[in-house]
């Protein structure tokens, strides 16, 4: 018997009714996305995923995720493949599973808010079947145009409710959200609820205590719950969750599984079953689809954290298992990971002052903020300043319940300048530009240390509104101009949609495969990462319907900049100049400006001036259509005019010399 | 025959493709040849194909394959017999066909003294019209842009029209003006052109025909008085004034016309005492059917390879024959051509700009099957260097009538050609033979001017090879240098 329920092309209400009738649970995969981003830096590249699809087409899944997040723009960035190519991809090789987003809200998915027009855009031309929605605010206001395009695409709409676990926000906050969703989507029947649980702290008993309200509330309601498992604890909770009526749940490859990420597939499987609870999962693929991961995980061992081992104190720092790595990342890169204890403790206190959820943007604002502190105290103190200022929070946070008067003068200007460098972000945060702080703004003494003396006039300017309704819209005509000036053709739609979210990262993308082609999807991840190494390796791929081979010859020994590669391309020798970081870098200044004349073909400047005034040189008047230059070019002339009077500023080029096309000739000034 | 007009060893004055092709009968013919080069053709393609080869100097044309003295002497020194200028550079010199006759060597072409006489188009026009073959309107000779202003009133002649060296050829110091305004830097630019191509700055002034269609005529004749023509080509197909496409026969012509015009070649070539081969050019006016008279082209002529596939003779052979003072084999009405033929120019070209391109070929890959010649000046490896002309191969396909030859083209291009190092005219090549329009046979002059955008924009996005070789790159970058930061 099939396990496929639901599939691409059913309505919203036809696949919740279904999730409905199950007997018991079903699960999500996240193995093509949240896995690889909680552990891997988001680097799996589909290439390797892809060999899942097979499986996943007939496990029953309730979906696959596998776009969204940090994948795409990681995606365009690091592992130069397009989400449209996986879209595509993932189309054909599981055609009976629902692929499935994580998107966020105004903020899509790239870190700032977009304007409605965008978001709409957007929406409407990205193929995907489950649009898991949250906010890292919990306005659904913000989810408001989003939720609009997929309904009316006929596609599921998943709001999610960002999920921690803290004094403030308890189960009456978070009745509060599921309202303002139910409102939002009109009713229970077109939707699906995710509780995502994206550092992974929800316990037995506040999990269960939720559910179990949501359920009194909207019986009909089918909630999804997505939980991390960087405490270590996400399998009783998950068991927990689905006690209480949880009706999907998220999961993952057990041979993906590292810290940071979901739950085991197999492992989950197998205790609801002991817990008597059915699930719709075809074991025997699930399992084959756990061994194929082993094929290639090992080629992302350079990907992973560094940071290894469960972490029971992400119940204070909070910190999702999605940034987990990517913070690491970066604290690596900027020569700081040493820090990295320290600037946890300082997000654990900071997020009792701001109050949101650590998911992104709101991870992002979190950790620049607060490894730019411990940064700066680090600078400028060593680490005993790093332990001051600890200590500080601690007194304010801790000892004083953050009673600001209570704090002695010098401390009290200790943190008015806490905030005085944090970045742009966090002040359009606490300035409303995001959308309204889930449990009010933070005190007044927050928004002195941000901006000094202009508090005051900060405060007035705080917007109450969403952040669909603070940002203008944006000329869209104008954007794909802009994108086709970078470019110098047309853009695709695809292209032009990648430039929306990520304008520069989506231009080196495009000129990255203008120049690699199809590199990103053909070459298997160990020859993408370090290429061939000795003479004879071999990569074999297929293209257009036909076989390939590129076979290591030799690799020369660098000289002046330039290492001579030779490779058999299809039994072909074929020889590559690879320039390395040491190349001289001769490039002819090209005319630019208005006033800088530039060639118009690659020739010999074997004049310069005319017959009748001889030479020229900088300093000399010259008339509107008065030749100034000649090119000669296999033979043919071609005169250079000037384009308006103007007198000489610079001649750029020497008589005789030969030019490339656009190389700059002359510097003009123009006469008044 | 007398044994002093025998050729055992020839020399070919000239480089690339004309000087291959020129080889290659040569070598059928059992006659040793030698090739001269410039220092920056000491490993051309022409110089290995030759059973000699000789240093005339350095990369300037003026300095090597201009160098009439020294290469006279080269072929004296290396025991030649006879010169073949090939086409372009000394062919249509008659000056230099004079010197090589003077110093006892056979001047494979033309009489010196029809070339000069051709070579002057203000003459050329005056015997054209003395022997009632029709002519463009023009003013003979130009000094100043006045004399343009008050022939244009005298004759009532509209703008567009064109400026031409007299001595010219070729498209060089030829400039077409559109208003009055032009008229002063398109002088200039003529007339320098002039005296650098042609050494010569006289220049004439005609009416341009528009959608004018660019017929010639092939002729041959032996110094018996026996002149036939191989019929006629098409080479409408331009840009900047310089064919890039020529096929035979023209779809332009029905029969009657046809016969007109080669008829009135074959009149004038009796007219000028014409032997060896050489061509006369017409602009066929599509609207009124009339043709007018361009010039005599004195020498082998680029395209020479289309009427070879359409007759089956083999041009240069027969000017080898009447060099040694042979009979012509044949006479008119065994000429008959069975089939269609076309040419394409590979030019080192910016396909879309028309820019040179030089550097070195990296991968030649050259078509086959059947219906295809190949005129080739370049091996894999080979430089183009930037001094010289940008042809670098001539690709002819043949079917039994226009739209088979086509097809063949298209599969040469599509399915045999390569180059890779340099850029060239291949795509727009082929979005040309693709056009509906040119399929059609609609086609004037300009044609490429007013489909321009048309032709750029179906240049093939992409090939399965190009992809292949953007992978084995990015393999080659990280195979040298190791995972990347950006990774």
């Not at chain 1, 005019?641 to 096309?661: H, S």
């Not at chain 2, 002729?219 to 036939?228: A, E, N, P, T």
């Not at chain 2, 048309?454 to 790159?473: M, N, P, Q, Y």
């Amino acid at each position: 018997m099939s396990y496929v329920f639901v599939k691409p092309g059913m309505s919203p209400k036809e696949i919740v009714q279904r999730v409905r009738d199950l007997p018991g649970v079903a699960f999500v995969s996240v193995g093509m996305r949240d896995a690889g981003q909680s552990d891997y830096k988001n680097r799996h590249r589909i290439y390797d995923l892809k060999t899942l699809a097979p499986f996943y087409n007939e496990m029953g899944l309730f979906s696959a995720e596998c776009h969204g997040g940090a994948r795409w723009h990681v995606g365009i960035m690091n592992r130069r493949e397009s989400p449209f190519e996986e879209i595509n991809l993932l189309r054909e090789l599981m055609p009976k599973v629902l692929l499935q987003t994580l998107i966020r809200e105004t903020n899509m998915w790239g870190y700032r808010p977009y304007p409605k027009n965008i978001i709409e855009y957007v929406v409407e031309r990205v193929d995907i079947d489950v649009w898991r929605c949250f906010s890292f605010l919990n306005d659904i206001r913000n989810m408001k145009t989003v939720a609009e395009v997929v309904m009316r695409r006929g596609r599921l709409f998943e709001p999610a409710i960002s999920y921690t676990v803290a004094p403030w926000f308890d189960t009456k906050y978070y009745m509060k959200v599921v309202d303002d969703i139910v409102s939002l989507c009109g009713g229970v029947d077109e939707i699906i609820l995710c509780i995502k649980d994206m550092a992974g702290v929800g316990t037995v008993q506040s999990v269960s205590e939720l559910i179990d309200a949501i359920k009194q509330k909207y019986p009909g309601l089918v909630v999804n719950y997505h939980r991390h498992i960087t405490d270590g604890l996400a399998i009783p909770v998950l068991v927990a969750a689905a006690k209480a009526g949880a009706k999907i749940l998220d999961v993952q490859e057990d041979t993906l599984c590292r810290f940071y990420g979901h739950a085991p597939i197999l492992a989950v499987e197998a205790i609801l079953r002991e817990e008597g609870i059915p699930v719709n999962l075809n074991r025997k693929l699930a399992e084959l689809a756990v061994e194929k991961v082993r094929d290639w995980i090992r080629d992302y061992e350079w990907a992973e954290s560094p940071f290894k081992g469960f972490d029971h104190m992400v119940t204070r720092h909070k910190m999702p298992g999605g940034a987990f790595p990517s913070s690491f990342e970066q604290a690596e890169k900027g020569g700081f990971l040493h820090l990295m204890p320290a600037i946890l403790q300082v997000m654990s206190l900071y997020n009792q002052i701001v109050k949101y959820f650590d998911v992104t943007p709101g991870s992002q604002i979190t950790w620049v903020t607060s490894s730019g502190i411990v940064n700066r105290y680090y600078k400028e103190y060593g680490e005993s300043g790093v332990q001051r200022v600890i200590n500080l929070l601690r007194k304010f946070v801790e000892d004083k319940r953050q009673d600001f008067d209570g704090m002695e003068p010098e401390e009290r200007e200790e943190l008015l300048q806490l905030f005085r460098q944090a970045p742009g972000d966090f002040k359009n945060l606490i300035l409303g530009h995001y959308g309204k702080l889930p449990v009010g703004w933070p005190s007044e003494w927050v928004y002195k240390s941000a901006f000094g003396e202009a508090w005051e006039e900060k405060i007035r300017e705080r917007k109450e509104t969403s952040a669909l309704e603070n940002v203008p819209d944006e000329d869209l005509e104008a954007l794909r101009k802009q994108l086709e000036e970078e470019l110098g053709r047309s853009a695709t739609e695809e292209e032009f949609i990648l430039f929306l979210m990520h304008p520069k990262d989506a231009i080196d993308f495009i000129k990255f495969r203008e120049k690699y082609g199809l590199a990103p999807l053909v070459l298997p991840t160990k020859v993408w990462r370090e290429g061939l190494s000795k003479p004879g390796d071999k990569v074999e791929f297929e293209l257009d319907g036909k076989p390939y081979s590129i076979e290591l010859v030799s690799i020369g020994s660098e000289t002046e900049g330039i290492i001579h590669v030779v490779l058999k391309v299809n039994n072909k020798t074929r020889v590559f100049e690879v320039a390395t970081p040491r190349a001289k870098k001769v490039e002819a200044k090209r005319a630019v400006k208005p006033n800088e004349i530039g060639a118009p073909i690659s020739g010999t400047v074997w004049r310069i001036g005319n017959p009748k005034r001889g030479g020229l040189k900088p300093g000399d008047i010259v008339h509107k259509g008065e030749e100034i230059a000649n090119l000669e070019s296999m033979k043919m002339e071609n005169p250079i005019l000037a384009p308006f009077d103007a007198q000489i500023v610079e001649i750029a080029v020497r008589l005789n010399q030969m030019v490339e096309e656009g190389q700059l000739l002359f510097v003009l000034k123009p006469l008044q | 025959m007398s044994g002093e007009r025998e050729i055992r060893k020839v020399l070919i004055a000239n480089r690339g493709v004309p000087a291959v092709r020129v080889t290659h009968t040569a070598r059928d013919k059992n006659i040793k040849t030698v090739a001269i080069y410039s220092t920056p053709d000491r490993l051309a393609y022409h110089v290995l194909s030759a059973d000699e080869a000789i240093h005339v100097g350095e990369a300037p044309p003026h300095d090597s394959y201009l160098n009439m003295e020294k290469i006279v002497k080269a072929a004296l020194e290396s025991g030649c017999q006879a010169i073949h200028p090939g086409w372009g550079f000394l062919a249509e010199n008659a000056n230099f066909a004079e010197m090589v006759e003077d110093a006892g060597l056979i001047w494979i072409g033309p009489p010196p003294q029809v070339i000069r006489l051709m070579g002057d188009k203000i003459r050329a026009k005056k015997i054209a019209q003395k022997a009632n073959v029709p002519t463009i309107p023009g003013l003979l000779n130009v000094n100043t842009h006045e004399d343009i202003v008050k022939w244009m009133a005298e004759e009532d002649v509209a703008f567009p029209i064109l400026i031409k060296a007299a001595a010219g050829g070729g498209g060089k110091g030829m400039v077409k003006v559109e208003s009055r305004e032009e008229i002063p830097i398109a002088l200039e630019k003529a007339r320098s052109e002039a005296k650098k191509s042609f050494g010569d700055d006289t220049l004439l002034v005609e009416k341009f025909i528009e959608h004018g269609r660019h017929i010639e005529v092939q002729i041959l004749g032996d110094k018996f008085g026996h002149i036939v023509h191989l019929y006629e080509r098409e080479c409408t197909i331009q840009r900047r004034n310089q064919k890039i496409l020529e096929e035979a026969p023209s779809p332009s012509l029905d029969e009657d016309l046809r016969n007109e015009i080669c008829f009135t070649a074959v009149r004038l070539a009796r007219e000028l005492g014409y032997y060896s081969a050489g061509t006369v050019e017409f602009l066929l006016d599509p609207k009124t059917k009339k043709f007018y008279f361009l010039e005599v082209n004195t020498r082998l002529q680029v395209e020479h390879g289309v009427t070879e596939l359409i007759t089956g003779l083999d041009i240069v052979s027969l000017m080898f024959d009447i060099a040694q003072d042979k009979k012509l084999p044949f006479s008119q009405e065994d000429i008959y051509p069975n089939r269609h033929a076309i040419e394409v120019r590979i030019n080192a070209e910016d396909p879309r700009t028309f820019n040179p391109s030089f550097g070195t070929i990296t991968r030649l890959e050259i078509p086959h099957g059947p219906g295809i010649r190949i005129a080739s000046g370049i091996y894999e490896g080979a430089d183009v260097p930037p001094y010289y002309d940008s042809l670098i191969m001539l690709l002819m396909t043949t079917g039994s009538d226009r739209r088979e030859a086509i097809r063949v083209m298209d599969r040469a291009l599509t399915r045999g050609l390569r180059v890779e190092g340099i850029k060239t005219i291949q795509p727009l090549l082929l979005s040309i033979i693709r056009h509906s329009e040119f399929v059609a046979g609609n086609f004037s002059t300009k044609f490429i001017e007013e489909h321009y955008n048309e032709l750029i924009s179906t240049f093939r996005e992409r090939t399965t090879d190009d992809e292949v070789l953007k992978i084995a790159r990015y393999v080659a970058e990280i195979s040298a240098l190791g995972p990347q930061s950006w990774m």
